[in-house]
């Protein structure tokens, strides 16, 4: 079946990096669309980033300039490398196809920016 699992969240400080991953499987993950969601508490979900399987990528806003989503086919697998990290990116962390499937969240991966 079709299961996303992402990981690499943790505490960072403001200013700081993290890399996560989603590992794909149950799918084609060479010809999906693919996205990166966050929730943060009391707010909606919302995409972050998405990335077509040419590499074709589109961002929020608000994290242009320091988030970077990458894919590996041959490991189906996502990247998001997060850079200059600020107390608002505080939130769980999702992947998903672009737009999103309501039935294949996963747990997420919890990211904390706090000094």
């Known amino acids: 079946q079709v299961q996303f699992v992402e990981s690499g969240g943790g505490l960072v400080q403001p200013g700081g990096s993290l890399r996560l991953s989603c590992a794909a499987s149950g799918i084609i993950f060479s010809i999906a669309v693919m996205g990166w969601y966050r929730q943060a508490p009391g707010k909606q979900r919302e995409l972050v980033a998405s990335?077509?399987?040419?590499?074709?990528?589109n961002y929020l806003d608000s994290v242009k300039g320091r988030f970077t989503i990458s894919r590996d086919n041959a490991k189906n697998t996502m990247y998001l490398q997060m850079n200059s990290l600020k107390s608002e990116d505080t939130a769980v962390y999702y992947c998903?196809?672009?737009?999103?499937?309501?039935?294949?969240w996963g747990k997420g991966t919890l990211v904390t920016v706090s000094s």
């Open positions: 990335i077509r399987s040419g590499g074709i990528t």
């Open positions: 998903n196809y672009a737009p999103a499937t309501t039935n294949y």
